[in-house]
């Protein structure tokens, strides 16, 4: 679990008090320098020799764009926040924003290696810079045989709809000015906004369209997605997912079906200052007379 902290020099939980702090802080999101995994700064983790492992990676942070790097050491990505993709993927980074999950199989390493689990600098567009930093040390201990088998086929998920699927519906994230604040968050240029309802059986294509300067992690609260289109492009893959990082700029396109769990759900850009200051819609879930449909299985959920 990813994490970072903003301390006090007594460490403390601290905020700024200053107009130009605070802005930068409502801006950028709150990024702490004490960086965290498990609860734990730059932890020394001990793998064996020769096996795969399954770690699976919760970016539990306010605001931090976690690059996930191994020092150029190369893993699988397998799954991501709704369970596990067709195939795996050989990369050697991959980016977890807020709210993201990813299972990765990490290894086979080699024995008497050390290597960090460091986080490579992401330009969201803020006013303070990303920096490469060091999350955990990971040491390679004695060689053991592998458990592990990685099919090539990890399960078949079925397309919801094609990449041109005409839209229900367009969310616009943006930024407007605030006398108070600085700036506000907005959705539909406008805050903390209540949507249309959804109907309970009925396909839902959403575009979402950051009309701001710099990335939001869009979050569906409760529901899976699959990303059908990436400014005009078919995703390179299809993954069950809820949380989706929409750089500035860029339009992306939906697909979820409400299955029947009725009452009022939200969406929300999963940097949390940017959720409280405005970027969130609030909808109902309305349950008519069409027929009952199943989420997909296999899927994990946080909160
Ligand atoms: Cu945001």
Redesign the pocket.
């Known amino acids: 679990m990813i994490d970072d902290m903003k301390l006090d020099p007594n460490q403390a939980f601290t905020t700024p008090r200053w107009y130009i702090p605070r802005m930068v802080e409502r801006h950028d999101?709150r990024e702490g320098d004490t960086l965290l995994i498990n609860g734990k700064e730059n932890p020394l983790i001990t793998v064996h020799a020769g096996q795969m492992e399954r770690w699976r990676f919760i970016n539990a942070s306010s605001a931090r764009y976690f690059l996930l790097h191994l020092e150029g050491r190369e893993f699988k990505i397998i799954g991501t926040d709704g369970g596990l993709l067709e195939q795996a993927r050989t990369v050697k980074e991959v980016l977890i924003t807020p709210g993201e999950r990813m299972d990765i199989v990490a290894g086979p390493f080699v024995e008497g290696e050390t290597f960090a689990l460091e986080s490579l600098p992401y330009n969201r567009m803020t006013f303070l810079k990303a920096k490469r930093q060091t999350f955990a040390t990971v040491k390679v201990s004695t060689a053991k045989p592998s458990l592990a088998h990685l099919p090539e086929l990890l399960r078949k998920i079925e397309p919801l709809a094609a990449p041109e699927a005409p839209a229900s519906r367009t969310i616009k994230?943006s930024v407007g000015p605030s006398l108070k604040h600085g700036m506000n968050?907005l959705v539909n240029n406008d805050m903390h906004v209540q949507d249309q309802p959804v109907q309970v059986g009925e396909l839902q294509i959403w575009e979402i369209h950051n009309a701001s300067l710099?990335?939001?992690?869009f979050h569906l609260h409760g529901f899976f997605f699959q990303v059908i289109d990436e400014n005009g492009k078919a995703p390179a893959y299809r993954a069950w997912k809820d949380t989706v990082n929409i750089p500035p700029r860029s339009r992306v396109k939906i697909a979820w079906m409400p299955d029947n769990r009725p009452g009022t759900w939200m969406y929300h850009?999963?940097?949390i200052e940017?959720?409280a200051a405005g970027?969130m819609g609030h909808f109902e879930v309305v349950n008519g007379s069409k027929a009952d449909t199943h989420p997909p299985s296999g899927h994990t959920h946080h909160h």
């Open positions: 999101g994230l968050f710099m990335d939001h992690p850009c999963h940097i940017h959720h970027m």
